[in-house]
């Protein structure tokens, strides 16, 4: 999808601002929210829907207060954008171009100076949204270090635009590297949804190995149906089953490929909930467990010692019981912890390198995060 004549981190810095502070009266006479994607499914941006649902969990007392916008801010996003009521179904989304109304348009006004605090600003509460995975803050520093720089509003877009193109680089070169370490005649068991660990599979199918997938469910969200059925779309063979089902099936599974939340300095992976337990069946069976990582999941602050935060999600993903049952405790963690040695290598866009190595991409690629 491409969106023509739009700044997004304009409209980020304000929209999620009104939205951390609360600031109802600014937010219900905005006309940048209610015009913008971010509470409207058919961009369906990944950033910003975990911002939106992270903060939704946070403050449901508002939940119906949002509601009773909800229509609002879908005819203005069609006003803006010029669409009937919903994309059309049948025409691809990379085939669909939107151009906004340069009425809803913001932040040309915006002195250099206020520029530059209301996307630090944007940019702090980015970051809070996701406090495991560290690809948001690592982009979020990234992009922002062009305010340091002259003619900043176009430095953050060029800055945004080289992450994004170097991202999509990384993906590219883990699906070779990985690929690599796939045989044909392979069964190959995935956790969750990665694109660097699609990227593998797809790949190794590229090249005419003749492979089978097992991909798990990975409740509660079941991202697992997003990646089999990705697979499966791309023509190869794909098996669902659920996650304690793992050490059942381990003895037809020749080689574990999953993605990661984030790498730390000592070389664990933290990933989803479930993935240490995949890794510790792995180790068992003597079958090779894989990581695939882009250097930007590597976090640079494990290298001084600071551990990563393992967000804990709203009970209400996992089930909701009646009123008699509402004692029932439920804790629904997001990540979990899988030590270094129960991986055999982490793939990069780099090449493949131990879990001890991990130290070394942090030193070398991370040291102006901090300057």
Wanted: proline share 5%.
């Amino acid at each position: 999808m491409v969106i023509e004549d739009v700044s997004p981190f304009d409209h980020i810095a304000e929209t999620l601002i009104l939205i951390a502070k609360q600031d109802w009266d600014s937010f219900e006479k905005s006309w940048d929210f209610k015009s913008l994607p971010i509470l409207t499914p058919p961009l369906k941006s990944t950033t910003l829907e975990a911002s939106y649902n992270n903060w939704i969990a946070q403050n449901k007392a508002n939940i119906k207060k949002m509601q009773e916008l909800e229509e609002e801010n879908n005819r203005l996003f069609i006003e803006a954008y010029g669409l009937e009521d919903e994309l059309t179904p049948d025409v691809p989304e990379e085939e669909i171009t939107l151009t906004v109304n340069p009425k809803y348009r913001y932040g040309g006004n915006l002195s250099e100076e206020e520029f530059k605090n209301k996307m630090k600003e944007a940019g702090n509460i980015l970051i809070s949204a996701r406090p495991t995975a560290v690809s948001l803050p690592n982009a979020v520093k990234y992009v922002l270090k062009g305010l340091n720089e002259e003619n900043p509003k176009q430095k953050v877009i060029d800055r945004a635009d080289e992450f994004i193109n170097s991202s999509l680089k990384a993906i590219e070169n883990i699906g070779k590297f990985g690929a690599n370490r796939i045989k044909d005649g392979d069964t190959i068991l995935t956790h969750c949804n990665s694109e660097a660990a699609i990227s593998v599979i797809k790949t190794a199918y590229d090249e005419g190995k003749d492979i089978k997938v097992f991909c798990t469910e990975t409740r509660p969200r079941n991202q697992g149906y997003i990646t089999a059925k990705t697979l499966y779309d791309y023509g190869i063979d794909v098996t669902l089953i659920v996650d304690s089902a793992v050490r059942y099936f381990i003895k037809e599974i020749d080689i574990v490929v999953v993605g990661a939340d984030a790498i730390t300095a000592n070389g664990c992976l933290v990933n989803k909930i479930g993935t240490s337990q995949i890794a510790l069946i792995a180790n068992e069976s003597r079958v090779p467990f894989l990581t695939a990582a882009e250097t930007y999941k590597f976090h640079p602050k494990t290298i001084v010692g600071e551990l990563i935060e393992i967000e804990e999600r709203s009970p209400e993903e996992v089930t909701t019981f009646e009123d008699k049952y509402k004692g029932i405790k439920i804790r629904n963690p997001a990540f979990d912890v899988t030590p270094a040695k129960y991986i055999d290598a982490i793939i990069t866009e780099i090449g493949l390198i131990p879990p001890q190595g991990a130290w070394y991409i942090i030193e070398k690629y991370f040291g102006w995060l901090e300057k």
